[in-house]
């Protein structure tokens, strides 16, 4: 599905974000800017817009990995565009089997990304293997709103008009009813700070962003 539909992802996401997005990846970066993180592994990276975004942090390496191949060819152009390959690598990997060893990375990232993990445990689990300690990982994921009339307009957007759009610009239908039904089924909020914290992550916290559209969680290794 994310193969079919890498070729217009960008331009759907700032679409139906209104390029709020950008800022949401802004806010979640500042998370580290006093960890001055050195290495940094992107989990489910897609087209690389948040690997991108984190070069800002002045790492030596940034890795981004995902499993759909045609995501990463996008996320590679993107990052010649910018002359910044010296820095970002792309490649293809599982975010429940990481190809890289114990404590190899000071900082670990996914931006909307993790309610796409197959098994949600054993993706943060492995996360977790793969960051130092002292290391910090930044989790960037929608969530659903709660208080009136923002929740009311967000279903109805959810589940009306990104679908409508979805099937006009994108060629994968699925892609954008997908969204919604991942959105709703994944466990935002305290149920997910617990999660990281049932994975080892300590000092778990939540931020909510714009209304409670989508939340920044943060958790570190000790």
């Excluded at 960037?140 to 307009?153: D, H, T, V």
């Excluded at 919604?180 to 997910?192: D, T």
């Amino acid at each position: 599905m994310f193969d079919n539909i890498a070729h217009n992802y960008d331009f759907l996401n700032h679409l139906l974000s209104v390029n709020i997005d950008k800022l949401w990846r802004r806010k979640a970066m500042n998370f580290l800017l006093d960890k001055h993180p050195q290495t940094i592994l992107d989990v489910a990276t897609g087209t690389a817009d948040f690997s991108i975004a984190l070069q800002k942090l002045q790492p030596k390496e940034i890795i981004g990995v995902d499993i759909s191949e045609k995501m990463l060819e996008v996320g590679r152009g993107k990052v010649k565009k910018r002359n910044l390959a010296n820095i970002i690598t792309l490649q293809r990997a599982d975010s429940e089997q990481l190809p890289f060893a114990d404590n190899r990375f000071d900082a670990v990232t996914v931006a909307f990304g993790v309610r796409n993990f197959e098994n949600l445990q054993a993706g943060m689990k492995e996360m977790f293997r793969v960051l130092k300690p002292g290391g910090m990982v930044v989790v960037l994921e929608f969530s659903k709103p709660q208080g009136f009339p923002i929740k009311q307009l967000f279903n109805f957007y959810f589940k009306n008009v990104l679908p409508v759009i979805g099937r006009i610009f994108s060629s994968d239908q699925r892609a954008y009813t997908y969204l919604p039904e991942s959105v709703q089924a994944f466990p935002e909020g305290k149920a997910f700070v617990q999660l990281m914290e049932e994975c080892g992550y300590k000092a778990v916290q939540c931020k909510i962003l714009t209304f409670g559209i989508a939340s920044i969680y943060t958790g570190e290794k000790r």
